[in-house]
């Protein structure tokens, strides 16, 4: 089964030409898993506004507290108890991954799992309801804290809990976790949508937030997800990082549409 789940990760499915970070000219700094630990840790190029994530059995910003299950759940429907697909990443669920059947989904899963960390001192993610609790009793007064109750929390919850297999958790969401915050700052921007699949038939749509909130405003609702419920950022997010990826944004659709991402 290993075996046959590492054909498929490191042959047809090619998961590492997206997953493996690239080095300055380019070339993925590992083809394989016998090459190191950089094999599937995460994008370090983002492509069309999107970071691919770490499939790595890192605590925080990889699989480590994934099981076997829910990475079959996720692989399959693009959806699970944790996350959701977004990106790049809902065209290989619709298009690939709900058409293979059960037993190269579980070899997927199985070979992932059996991945070590990349940093296998990073803490483990533990639940700190503090900031739930602020919301509760009605103060929202940390930055950040009124966008988010405004903009995301009818979705993702007070709790950052979310609804499984609907709106996914923000709450120690390995993507909210990773050093590298474009994919969350990029969803804030334009939205996205996971659709439907056999098995999983309702389409999730996540609006566009650019065209009403400003660089400010996008950089404080990332930061709060990013340090609320036990979440702990490296870095903070900067109005400017925000400005840069909207700017990006607006030269990828060229003469399209741009008004999503006006902003204030």
Known sequence: ??????????????????HTPRSITMQEKALTNNEGSDYLAGSSAPIDGWTASNLRGDNRDGLGRWSEEDLR?????????????FGGM???????????????????????????????????FSVDDATAKALWKGD?????????????????????????????????????????????????????????VNGAPSTITMPAFGWRLDDQQVADVVNFVRNSWGN?????????????????????????DIRVLEGK
């Open 73 to 85: 759940q996720f692989l399959r429907y693009g959806r699970n108890d944790q996350t959701a697909a």
């Open 90 to 124: 809902t065209d290989v669920v619709e298009h690939s991954l709900q058409h293979l059947s059960e037993s190269d989904i579980t070899a997927i899963a199985r070979y992932l799992k059996s991945l070590g960390a990349k940093d296998p001192h990073q803490a483990a």
């Open 232 to 256: 702990k950022a490296s870095e903070p997010v900067s109005a400017k990082q925000v400005a840069e990826l909207r700017k990006d944004e607006k030269d990828r659709l060229g003469s399209a």
């Open 140 to 196: 929202d007064s940390a930055t950040g804290a009124a966008t988010y109750v405004d903009s995301c929390a009818a979705c993702h919850k007070t709790d950052g809990s979310g609804y499984k297999r609907f709106y996914p958790a923000l709450r120690g969401n390995p993507v909210v976790l990773a050093d590298d915050p474009t994919s969350l700052i990029h969803i804030v921007l334009v939205g996205g949508q996971l659709p439907g």
């Open 1 to 18: 089964m290993l075996a046959r789940g590492r054909y498929l990760v490191e042959g047809l499915g090619h998961c590492g030409a997206c």
